[in-house]
């Protein structure tokens, strides 16, 4: 993702697309903590 991107989710959801973003960033294997996030 562009930081525009995540600036536009950032601003429409704070809390789940916040860490969502930045997990994609982090790691693309770390799908498992995406689920997480859903789930939780």
Do not use: C, D, R
């Amino acid at each position: 993702m562009t930081a525009e991107v995540m600036s536009v989710l950032g601003q429409s959801n704070p809390p789940p697309w916040g860490q969502f973003s930045m997990t994609i960033n982090t790691h693309g294997a770390k799908k498992i903590q995406i689920s997480e996030l859903f789930f939780a």
